[in-house]
């Protein structure tokens, strides 16, 4: 357990940057179905490359230097019929083949656990290890918009929130490491505690994914996967750095992983990060007092035995994010004037320091997974985790001890156990119980009420493949109780809520060598969030009173999702439609008239439940015209209609287009050259409702973006850069789901240099 | 195996603490202003006093404001204007106007006058910087009329420079003005 302490640095490693297409990683391990043990010297041989490896001792192997598409694997092994297994290479990938060592039951080779979590019908995105690299030092919710059908709802460049097919915060449920993150995720401002330098791979799941995942999952789910374990010696480390011209900032990450030469069954890793920035500059004006700083820790140490394996880990995320100055306003005569000015109306010289109004977190997660084998039927996999979030936010007025306005510490118990039978007729599963507590306590201005919330669901899911057909089903059963306590001088009442919902979703695929076709449906679930039913009063800065309504029901989500992809040599189209009736939709609605209060009139917001209907389309489609040059292409489009009140849904993404091409090349000495560009266009949002906005959507915008990289030799390492530029013609727009859009534009050009730097000692055999 | 025990112990531990949720202190905004009163002492007649309230003892948002009085001056007339600002939701009550005062340089109070004619109002008091704050003035009326006077004040820290438009309101507050 001590290492734990000793641990707190940095990364593996593995991967050799590329921005390369044909540079990709298939990585994985084969094991004996039954005993789960390793299959030393299996033959792993790619039909495609007509290259090959064989399995070492621990029967791990490694393909390098791979192309994207699909990859057939013909695996043998000494006693075993050899079977061919198709897998689509988009990122670097880790499976775990399971060979069928019984010669009465010869029948497949097996996939029972692979990197990306999630292998169901829902339409689901990644963003590899490689890529990771290349936007490295940015927030979590700017990396997501990369993904077709991923917005992100923003409070400055600072901070940004995911939003998928138009739905975030409690709609859209983050995973990190097998853990659900679980804080005030309720709050428009209030970002993701999320470090994105620990994670090897980001996976998005959209659609409703609440089966497997609980309540919450209607808008989907964003999967931060760790880089695997090194199955060496040796231990594995990296360095990345950034740069960042806008706002003079930088981020650094180390990353260490290795395994125990003492205690071969032990394996570690280790991350630290660092991100800093002054205040982010517009083309005309710099934003005054939005300087951030971050910083980051996260370990944990795995053991491995032949019949279970378990991992602890420990990770803490730490941020002061300041708040533009020219947007914490008291009241809507402030808010008229803060409109009609064209340039914010606090304007400071560029600075990296922080001051009121900021929001200071700290994020702390310790988790414990373990798998044990349950005889030759299956494995029992039990994860448990503790969380604790502390949000601390200072407004302009100074209270009387110094301390925070507003002070949220919500802590977050929760356990999980699934058993995941062995393949029978074709058909994997799962069936799982999972139980959660939470506490809540408020010091300071009141916002949100403390509470007690215990939430239980048991699941059931299955797979059935059989090429090229594979269909799933699943269903799930959460029940939650939600106590909260009010204190109003004189007495504590407590108010306990009750809510049980039933999830479930089904799935249908096809698959051919080229085409591959599914089709989801499926429907998840949500209670009202806690500021959604007891919110009461002014939320400060924002000159706005609101009222949670207390007798407000679950929001449940009827999600259709139907998906096609095409892939040629040449040709790769991704086509994804969606509609998504949502049942008691929780939305705030303005009041009529606004309050009159001794600072000015204030408008007075109202959560209302509604049935909303979302519907939308994500393309994506890429083109080779020749060697290792490609075009792109892109759309996103989404319409959120008010069934019940026949109008448009406000702060709803609009249509995006999006273009490019990628030019792989290699010069004279053999060296590697990405260069890319893309062009993005947001059309403006004409689809709001008649409800008065502050001010209308801005217009529409076209941002380009450029990057190149390549590789520089250090005797033995490979050192890989690349230098990017956004929005690259230095355009002053606004953009509709930013909440500064009232007050200032959004950031102008940033010029980034990003370098990753791999270290590998030695490989010590004693 | 161990590491799933002393999780499960840490989470024992943190449910038996729960009673930190089930007992929430009780919610009062601190600094809040509820009250806004004027002041105004005839200046050829100390024994001429008048006092206006504007009173919202519950604060923003609840029940609507208790009193919101009518200020009505004799034409051509000065006065000492003095502004108090008060938390009435307490007791005993806050006073609000003495923190201002104490944090002059972040403060400063607004009189909109509409139609400017009615009224003057001229800064008497200052801050460490010898800027105004505007909590001690004279008011001085000519014709009589009738229009609406504005009590602003302002949250200013480090940005103070006189104009009204910028930094955070804590007050607010628009009198019917009538001069006789």
């Excluded at chain 1, 995006?656 to 403006?684: C, K, N, V």
């Excluded at chain 1, 959507?697 to 190149?708: C, D, G, H, I, Q």
């Excluded at chain 2, 607004?110 to 139609?115: L, S, V």
Aim: hydrophobic share 35%.
């Amino acid at each position: 357990m001590k290492y734990l302490f000793f641990i707190l640095w940095v990364l593996p490693v593995c991967v050799q940057a590329q921005h390369d297409s044909c540079r990709l990683k298939l990585s994985g391990y084969v094991l004996d179905k039954q005993s789960h043990e390793a299959l030393a010297f299996a033959s792993v041989y790619l039909s495609q490359s007509e290259t090959g490896t064989i399995t070492d001792l621990d029967g791990h192997f490694e393909l390098n230097d791979l192309c994207p598409g699909d990859a057939d694997l013909v695996i043998s092994h000494l006693g075993c019929q050899s079977r061919t297994f198709r897998v689509q290479l988009t990122g670097d990938t880790a499976y775990t083949f399971h060979l069928e060592h019984d010669s009465r039951e010869l029948n497949e080779v097996v996939v029972t656990e692979h990197r990306e979590a999630y292998t169901g019908s829902l339409p689901t995105s990644s963003i590899s290890s490689v890529r990771l690299q290349a936007i490295s030092g940015k927030p979590l919710g700017t990396m997501l918009k990369e993904v077709p059908g991923v917005w992100t709802l923003q409070t400055g460049p600072s901070i940004a929130k995911p939003m998928i097919h138009g739905l975030h915060s409690n709609r859209v449920l983050i995973v990190q490491d097998g853990v659900r993150q679980e804080g005030q995720q309720w709050g428009s401002e209030h970002a993701p505690e999320i470090d994105p330098y620990t994670a090897g791979e980001i996976t998005l799941i959209q659609g409703a994914a609440g089966v497997r995942y609980g309540s919450d999952a209607i808008g989907g789910v964003i999967l931060v996967q760790p880089p695997p374990y090194p199955t060496d010696t040796a231990v594995h480390g990296s360095i990345s750095l950034a740069a960042f011209s806008n706002s003079l900032g930088g981020s650094g990450a180390t990353r260490w992983s290795g395994q125990s030469k003492k205690l071969p069954a032990m394996q570690w890793r280790a991350t630290g990060s660092y991100r800093l920035g002054g205040d982010a500059a517009t083309p005309n004006y710099r934003l005054a007092n939005t300087a951030f700083r971050e910083n980051n820790l996260s370990g944990a140490v795995k053991w491995s035995k032949a019949a279970w394996q378990t991992e602890l880990g420990y990770s803490r995320f730490s941020t002061d994010l300041g708040i533009l100055s020219a947007s914490h306003i008291g009241n809507l005569t402030d808010l008229e004037i803060a409109l009609q000015a064209d340039t914010p109306l606090i304007l400071r010289d560029f600075s990296y320091y922080i001051q009121a109004p900021y929001q200071h977190i700290v994020h702390q997660v310790i988790r414990s997974f373990s798998t044990f084998r349950t005889g030759d039927i299956g494995h029992l996999d039990l994860n448990i985790a503790y969380q604790d979030n502390h949000r601390q936010e200072y407004d302009l007025h100074r209270m009387s001890d110094g301390g925070p306005a507003l002070d949220l510490s919500i802590g977050t118990a929760l356990a999980e156990a699934e058993w995941k039978h062995r393949s029978f007729m074709h058909t994997n599963g799962s069936i799982g119980i999972s139980a959660m507590n939470q506490q809540n306590v408020w010091t300071g201005r009141f916002f949100i009420p403390n509470f007690i919330s215990n939430t239980a669901g048991v699941f059931w899911m299955e797979n059935w493949v059989s090429l090229p057909w594979k269909a799933e089903a699943g269903v799930r059963y959460d029940v939650r109780k939600l106590r909260s306590f009010r204190n109003d001088g004189e007495a504590i009442t407590e108010t306990t809520r009750n809510f049980s919902h039933l999830s479930w979703s089904g799935g249908i695929g096809w698959q051919q060598e080229r085409l591959s076709l599914s089709f989801n449906s499926g429907s998840a679930w949500r209670s009202p969030s806690i500021n959604e039913l007891y919110a009461a009063g002014l939320h400060h800065g924002a000159a706005a009173l609101e009222y949670g309504d207390p007798d407000l029901q679950i929001e449940t989500s009827w999600q259709n999702s139907l998906s096609a992809k095409w892939e040629s040599a040449r040709l790769q189209i991704d086509l994804g439609a969606y509609v998504n009736l949502m049942d008691g939709f929780i939305y705030l609605e303005p009041q009529a008239p606004p309050a009159l209060t001794i600072a000015g009139a204030f408008p007075v917001f109202a959560y209302k439940q509604t049935n909303a209907r979302l519907t939308g389309m994500d393309a994506k489609i890429s083109y080779t015209l020749f060697r290792e040059f490609s075009l792109e292409a892109g759309a996103a489009v989404l319409r959120a209609w008010d069934i019940t009140n026949n109008d448009w849904i406000i702060q709803m993404p609009s249509d995006r287009l999006t273009g490019g091409f990628h030019w792989h090349f290699h010069d004279g000495r053999d060296q590697g050259w990405d260069i890319s560009a893309g062009i993005t266009h947001i059309l403006e949002q004409s689809r709001v409702p008649d409800t008065e906005d502050y001010a209308p959507p801005p217009a529409a915008y076209t941002l380009v973006r450029m990057e190149a990289g390549s590789e520089l030799h250090w005797g033995n390492t490979v050192v890989n850069w690349s230098l990017s530029a956004d929005n690259l013609f230095n355009t002053a727009f606004r953009d509709y789901l930013d909440r500064y859009r009232y007050f200032a534009d959004e950031p102008g050009r940033d010029i980034s240099l990003h370098v990753f730097i791999p270290i590998q000692t030695k490989n010590k055999t004693s | 195996m161990k590491n799933t025990l002393i999780i499960a112990a840490a989470a024992a531990m943190f449910i038996s603490s729960c009673k930190d949720a089930e007992t929430p202190q009780p919610e009062n905004e601190s600094e809040l202003i509820t009250t806004v009163r004027l002041d105004l002492v005839n200046q050829s007649d100390t024994t001429d006093v008048s006092t206006f309230y504007f009173r919202d003892n519950d604060g923003p948002g609840g029940l609507d404001p208790l009193q919101w009085d009518t200020v009505r001056l004799a034409a051509g007339t000065t006065y000492d204007l003095t502004i108090a600002l008060l938390d009435e939701s307490t007791l005993p009550n806050g006073d609000i106007s003495a923190e201002v005062e104490e944090e002059g340089t972040d403060h400063q109070l607004f009189f909109n006058i509409d139609p400017a004619s009615l009224l003057a109002v001229d800064y008497n008091d200052s801050d460490d910087n010898g800027d105004p704050v505007g909590l001690v003035n004279v008011a001085t009326t000519s014709s009589t009329g009738a229009g609406t006077l504005t009590v602003i004040l302002k949250h200013q820290p480090g940005i103070k420079d006189g104009n009204q438009n910028t930094g955070e309101t804590d007050v607010e507050v628009e009198f019917v003005l009538e001069v006789l």
